[in-house]
Every structure is written in structure tokens, then in C-alpha cells.
């Protein structure tokens, strides 16, 4: 049985009592002190402190310090009265056992309520940050998308200029031969008139006016058809070679702009590789290529070895941090370790690289908006996964198990309205 200690001392004022419990040769972090409104204990094997107090005092309020082998009480009092003893006299056995047993069911209701408090603040702080992730994303999103529309009306304000300036030089060209004819039919009668006025006979006249008329009009209408019918092609074949196309659709049902940005995005995404990094110099060729790291992590989760296979896929997001389908296995590897954040984050940045959204990526986007969807349903956020499982609904609309999934988030999300 602990020893008592005997030698503390105490002081009062109206509305507070001050203890000192002194506790030698004995290490004081060890020390588990309990406090009540009724009662007060210090349990330092093998010393014993217990008292139980005069009145009721604030617990909430109340504090104990420790120090150079001492405790110090500051208790608060709930009532401003001096008191007659520190503690309560003609208490017997089964009346301390009450005591007791109150005073620590008032501990655990108390300790219970502090850390609901402390897990509702910590959701209500992880909800907080994934608003702001998702607001920050949306933002960049938005960005993006401006900026692809300004480039558009850039580029039809240029075809337009091109256009009118093609349009001014055929113009100008029609007004040159329309000059050029007037000029030789104003040439042609300046060339009658010279000739009546050499005295020559009427007939002569005549017939030189004539023969000089028909003569211009035949040049003229030579002239004519030489500018308007262009000279004979020559015979031969044409070869048409077509280029094949990446994608299945029908050209009139494709997005071209966003197919080719997103081949290009690919292409740009296989040359950027970061092999300077001093630590990957003793690697083997094939283990600095991305391609081959990814396949190795693939196998590596396929024997459910994942923390070797997000080793795998970290190596590759650090030689090469373009290509989503590393972050996509690696958020699966964070789902499977119950790593749930990350694996919201590794989602999303998939999800940020699978743009723009074309049929190519189409199977990707799904499995990265399922993934981020089954981490927040995990961390009871339903209506942020529910978001996610109906974003790949719209992707693909005929998938069976994901209309499940998403029904069951609906009842639970609807359950849990009701209940609360």
C-alpha cells in the first residue's frame, strides 16, 4: 500500500486555496494527479496524496504545477467563503468509496467530451483545408480555360485579317485588267481618229476603219480571252496519303484543338526527364526510365508489396513529374495503407495532368475521381465523394458497379441528415 504524505501545507483567501505537497526522492514526472470538485489526489509511488475538500471547488479553473520535487495547488473555490479544514471531517469508508467512484466517472465523462471536441475540430480542419484545395484547383481550372479562349479569339482575329487582306489584293487585281482594257480600247479609237484626218477617201476611210476596227476587236477579244482562260495543265496522278488518326471517334464527333494539345501534352511529358539528380548516379540505365519504373511498381502492387511500389513510383514522379499514370497507381498504393490524404492529393494532381478531357484519358480521369472519391468517403466526407462518383458517372454512365456505389453514398448521406 502507497505510503501517505503527511508534511504538505495549505493556504486560503476567500476564494482560493493554495496546497504545496512536497515529494522527496522521487521523480515527480512519474506523478498522476487527479482533481475533482470533492476531491483531490497525487499518486507518486510510493507516496500518496489524498484529501477530500472542505466545499466544492472549479476543477475547470483549477491547476496544479510542478517543480523542484513540489507540487503546487491553485484551487479555486465555487463559493467565496473561508473554510474551516482543507478537508471534509467525518468521512468513513463507504462514503470516500462514493466519492471516489463519482469523482472518476466525472474524470471519464470529462475526458471523453474533450476528445469528442478535439476529433470534431480535427474533421472540421481537414474539411476546411480539402475546400481550399478544391477552390484552388477550380481557380487554376478557370485559369486555364481563360487563357484557352483568349488564345482562340487571338487566333480567329489573325484568319479574319488574313482574310480581308487576300480579299483587298483580289480586288485590286480586278481593278488593274479592268484598267489595262479601258486603256487599250481608248488606244484603239485614238488610232480612228488619226486616220480620217489624213484625206483619205470615204471608202478607203471606210474600209481602213473597218479592217482596223475588226483588227482591234480581234486583238481586243484575243486580248480578252488570253487573261480569262488560264493555259492547259499538264497531264499526270496525284498520290493522296492520309494521316492515321490516334483517336477512334468520327472527325465530326472529336475535339481535335483538345486531342492535339493532349498528344502534344504526352509527347513533351516522355522528353522531360530529370537525370541530374546527384543520388541516381549509381542507377542502371533502364532503372532512370519512368516507363520501366511504372511497369515495376504495377508488379510490385500486384503482390501487394505496396510501400515497395510507392518507392517504385516515387523514384519515377522524381526523374519525370509529367505523367499522371504515376500518380494515379500511387494513389491506389495510398488507399490500400489507409494513407487517405495522400491519396486525395496524388488523385487530384492526376486528375490536374489528365487535361484536357478527351477519350484517351477518359478510363484514367474515372479511376482518378473514383480513387479520390473512396479516400473521402473513408474520412466520412459523403458529400465530397459522392461529387467525385457522380463526376465519373458522366464519363461513363453505363458502369454498374460505380451507379451502386454511388447510391449506397446517397443513402448514407441521407441517413445521416436524418439523423442529425
Same mark, same amino acid.
Given at each position: 500500500?502507497? %505510503? ?20 522527496? =526522492? ?15 489526489? /497525487? ?123 487576300? *480579299? ?26 488619226? %486616220? ?8 478607203? /476611210? ?30 499526270? $496522278? ?31 511529358? *516522355?522528353?522531360?526527364?530529370?537525370? +541530374? ?19 515495376? =511498381? ?47 492529393? +496524388? ?25 479520390? =472519391? ?21 464519363? +461513363?454512365? $453505363? ?15 441521407? =441517413? ?5
Amino acid at each position: 500500500m502507497p %505510503l501517505q504524505v503527511s508534511d504538505y501545507s495549505w493556504q486560503q483567501t476567500r476564494t482560493a486555496v493554495f496546497i504545496s505537497v512536497p515529494l522527496r =526522492g522521487v521523480s515527480v514526472r512519474d506523478a498522476d494527479v487527479f482533481c475533482t470538485e470533492n476531491y483531490l489526489k /497525487v499518486n507518486c509511488p510510493p507516496f500518496l496524496f489524498e484529501v477530500f475538500l472542505y466545499a466544492p471547488i472549479d476543477d475547470e479553473s483549477s491547476k496544479a504545477k510542478i517543480g523542484n520535487d513540489t507540487i503546487v495547488f491553485t484551487l479555486h473555490k465555487k463559493e467565496a467563503a473561508m473554510w474551516e479544514t482543507l478537508s471534509l471531517s467525518g468521512v468513513d469508508k463507504e462514503m470516500m468509496q462514493r466519492i471516489r467512484e463519482k469523482s472518476i466517472l466525472q474524470a471519464q465523462e470529462s475526458a471523453k467530451e474533450a476528445m469528442e471536441a478535439k476529433a470534431s475540430a480535427r474533421r472540421e480542419d481537414q474539411k476546411y483545408t480539402l475546400n481550399v484545395m478544391m477552390k484552388i484547383e477550380e481557380e487554376e481550372r478557370k485559369r486555364i480555360e481563360d487563357m484557352k479562349e483568349n488564345e482562340r479569339i487571338k487566333a480567329t482575329k489573325e484568319l479574319e485579317t488574313w482574310k480581308e487582306h487576300q *480579299r483587298k489584293a483580289e480586288e485590286h487585281k480586278i481593278v488593274q485588267r479592268e484598267e489595262k482594257l479601258y486603256q487599250q480600247e481608248k488606244q484603239s479609237e485614238e488610232e480612228r481618229k488619226k %486616220l480620217k484626218h489624213k484625206g483619205l477617201t470615204r471608202n478607203s /476611210v471606210s474600209r481602213n476603219l473597218a479592217t482596223k476596227g475588226r483588227n482591234s476587236e480581234i486583238i481586243f477579244f484575243e486580248k480578252l480571252k488570253e487573261d480569262s482562260i488560264p493555259a492547259p495543265r499538264s497531264v499526270g $496522278s496525284i498520290k493522296i496519303n492520309f494521316t492515321p488518326r490516334v483517336f477512334p471517334t468520327a472527325l465530326r464527333e472529336s475535339q481535335v484543338a483538345a486531342e492535339e494539345e493532349w498528344l502534344h501534352k504526352q509527347a513533351e511529358a *516522355r522528353r522531360a526527364m530529370n537525370t +541530374d539528380i546527384p543520388e541516381l548516379c549509381d542507377l542502371k540505365e533502364e532503372e532512370k526510365n519512368p516507363e520501366w519504373l511504372k511497369d515495376k =511498381g504495377n508488379k510490385l502492387f500486384a503482390t501487394e508489396n505496396y510501400l515497395a511500389a510507392i518507392n517504385a513510383y516515387n523514384l519515377a514522379i522524381r526523374l519525370n513529374n509529367k505523367i499522371p499514370l504515376l500518380y494515379l497507381n500511387r494513389a491506389a498504393c495510398h488507399l490500400k495503407l489507409k494513407n487517405l490524404h495522400k491519396a486525395i492529393e +496524388d488523385s487530384s494532381k492526376a486528375l490536374e495532368l489528365l487535361t484536357p478531357p478527351v477519350a484517351d484519358n477518359a478510363n484514367a480521369r474515372m479511376k482518378a475521381h473514383i480513387r479520390r =472519391g473512396t479516400a473521402f468517403c473513408q474520412l466520412e466526407l459523403y458529400v465530397e465523394g459522392l461529387q467525385d462518383y457522380e463526376a465519373a458517372l458522366k464519363i +461513363d454512365p $453505363s458502369n454498374k458497379i460505380v451507379q451502386n456505389d454511388a447510391e449506397k453514398i446517397r443513402n448514407i448521406i441521407q =441517413g445521416t441528415e436524418l439523423k442529425s
